[in-house]
T-cell receptor, first 118, second 112 residues
Framework: GAVVSQHPSWVICKSGTSVKIECRSL??????MFWYRQFPKQSLMLMAT?????????EQGVEKDKFLINHASLTLSTLTVTSAHPEDSSFYIC??????????????FGPGTRLTVL | QQQVKQSPQSLIVQKGGISIINCAYE??????FPWYQQFPGKGPALLIA?????SEKKEGRFTISFNKSAKQFSLHIMDSQPGDSATYFC???????????FGQGTELSVKP
């Protein structure tokens, strides 16, 4: 159980266009979803936290107008990279945390989306 | 105070050997310490996690050792196999909604 999917797995786009990445929890309801960015050979950098039905909370230094996050349902969150530029090329990973009696804060990660901006 | 420091950055181990990765934290409010395994081009997958009320947790070949007083925890991989070659991340968080704070990662290579 606890499967998170992402779509697309990879995308190439032209500079100036917008790209939408979907994150779905397939077998549980995700009350909170997280979006990370990872550059080669580096750790995961949290971009934002989104709770279903409310606005996302962005980490310091992340442009909320550039990285639009929507968490409209308990199984779907989307990240839209607006007016993408080559420096936005990265590996984007989502994770989801569900309703649970556990207090351990377990997050389940998606497989990631490789974005390349030409 | 929110940082989690991980070492070494890279590690080469012979097949059958023990791989040891260490992490240290400052925030004493952290109460959940997971380890993730990540293969190239894939998302991280939870390996094993520990709470601070126990000093050790073992699952198969993977063991977490936790030293609350030293604010350190480590991952031991026994009988390391080439298939274990991956990047390993430690993390820490506060239960009940806290975000995960990741270490810098350790690239493990297990030589046949």
């Amino acid at each position: 159980g606890a499967v998170v999917s992402q779509h697309p797995s990879w995308v190439i786009c032209k500079s100036g266009t917008s790209v939408k990445i979907e994150c779905r929890s397939l077998d549980f309801q995700a009350t909170t979803m997280f979006w990370y960015r990872q550059f080669p050979k580096q750790s995961l950098m949290l971009m934002a936290t989104s709770n279903e039905g409310s606005k996302a909370t962005y980490e310091q230094g992340v442009e909320k107008d550039k990285f639009l996050i929507n968490h409209a349902s308990l199984t779907l969150s989307t990240l839209t990279v607006t007016s993408a530029h080559p420096e936005d090329s990265s590996f984007y990973i989502c994770s989801a945390r569900g309703r649970s009696g556990s207090s351990y804060n377990e997050q389940f990660f998606g497989p990631g989306t490789r974005l390349t901006v030409l | 105070q929110q940082q989690v420091k991980q070492s070494p950055q890279s590690l080469i181990v012979q097949k059958g050997g023990i791989s040891i990765i260490n992490c240290a934290y400052e925030n004493t409010a952290f109460d959940y310490f997971p380890w993730y395994q990540q293969f190239p081009g894939k998302g991280p997958a939870l390996l094993i996690a520990i709470r601070p009320d126990v000093s050790e947790k073992k699952e198969g070949r993977f063991t977490i050792s936790f030293n609350k007083s030293a604010k350190q925890f480590s991952l031991h991989i026994m009988d390391s196999q080439p298939g274990d070659s991956a990047t390993y991340f430690c993390a820490a968080s506060i239960s009940g909604g806290g975000k995960l704070i990741f270490g810098q990662g350790t690239e493990l290579s297990v030589k046949p």
